[in-house]
């Protein structure tokens, strides 16, 4: 990677027992990532859109989301992100128990660029954070980050 920023990864999950073995296998990448975590949807919504007490969140290089979230499930984040044209871009990866043809069919169409199924074992666990972190940040050409100061416009300024 050209320059050497860490690569910033925001997780929507609920469950610490993930969060935790997602960070593990992020710490034995040979890669520089910085892993942010949030718990539901709306606190997703409010760090991708730098409310509150994420006025100063790092714009994420790729996001990892559960589907069942509290307050706000992951369908209805996916959906409200990839309607704003200043977060549209950044891809997201469906990280879900959910094996349900619907469930992926519907990710899909909200615009999910990958649909994964946690697997139950530890190892496993690890193996596919592995695979995520290579294939997006090595395999993958990302978008690039705005420019600080660069303003960003909301649906509903169309």
Known sequence: ????????????????????????????????????????????????????????????????????????????????????KSLKSIPVVVLSTSNAEEDILRSYNLGANCFITKPVGLEQFAKVVESIDSFWFTVVKLPPRPKEGDHTTRPEDD
């Open 1 to 84: 990677m050209e320059n050497m920023a860490p690569l910033e990864i925001l997780m929507v999950e609920d469950d610490p027992a993930d969060v935790e073995l997602t960070e593990e296998a992020l710490q034995d990448s040979k890669l520089l990532t910085r892993l942010h975590v949030v718990e539901d949807g709306i606190e997703a919504m409010e760090y991708l859109l730098m409310k509150g007490k994420y006025a100063h969140a790092c714009r994420p290089d790729l996001i990892i989301l559960d589907l069942n979230l509290p307050r706000k499930n992951g369908r209805e984040v996916l959906q409200e992100l990839k309607r704003d």
